[in-house]
């Protein structure tokens, strides 16, 4: 609502609920954290002196539940966004490439499902170019392929084709 003085005054939201938006977040960081926690159940943290496999991954989790439980405090203290509506190509692009990615790498390889995780992953966006998507994908699984084969020397396959070649 306008006033006189041309001030535009902002209603502030009833209810316990200040910042829905921010609220939301905290809880999917929440949930996040709390799935990582239940999926580390298994893994042994190990001491300081001797770390475990799972001392890292579930030092990450507990600092995004703090994050989440910060969030989920300034949404109740703070005033921001409402929680707008959003589409639902985006998380589907991503998670087909992440698909895509974990289907094809053991059987063809990182120079195969590198640039199809990439691809599709950048569908997400309505503003994707496909000459670009294709040059980034080559130029990102030439940096994996340099980065984990050979810098890292991990024993990732590079390019399979079934009964032909295996590198």
């Known amino acids: 609502m306008a006033s006189d003085d041309n001030t535009i005054s902002v209603e502030t939201p009833r209810g316990p609920v ?6 939301a977040a905290g ?6 954290a709390g799935i990582a926690l239940w999926a580390l159940g298994g893994l042994s943290s190990g001491t300081a002196r001797s ?11 507990y600092m995004v539940a ?11 203290i703070r005033q921001s966004d409402p929680i707008e509506r ?7 692009f991503v998670l087909t490439g992440i698909l895509a990615f974990a289907l094809t790498i053991r059987v063809f390889g990182l120079a195969v ?6 691809i599709i992953g950048g569908l997400a966006t309505p503003d994707a170019r496909i000459k670009e998507l294709v040059i980034f994908a080559a130029i990102m699984t030439g940096v994996c392929i340099a980065l984990f084969r050979y810098a890292l020397n991990l024993p990732m396959p590079i390019l399979i084709i079934p009964n032909v070649i295996y590198i």
């Open 18 to 23: 200040r910042g829905p938006q921010t609220l």
């Open 27 to 32: 809880l999917v960081m929440l949930a996040l």
């Open 51 to 61: 770390m475990g496999p799972g001392m890292m991954p579930r030092g990450l989790a």
């Open 66 to 76: 703090a994050c989440g439980v910060l969030l989920l405090v300034f949404g109740i």
């Open 86 to 92: 959003f589409s639902i190509r985006s998380p589907f």
């Open 113 to 118: 499902a590198g640039p199809l995780c990439l």
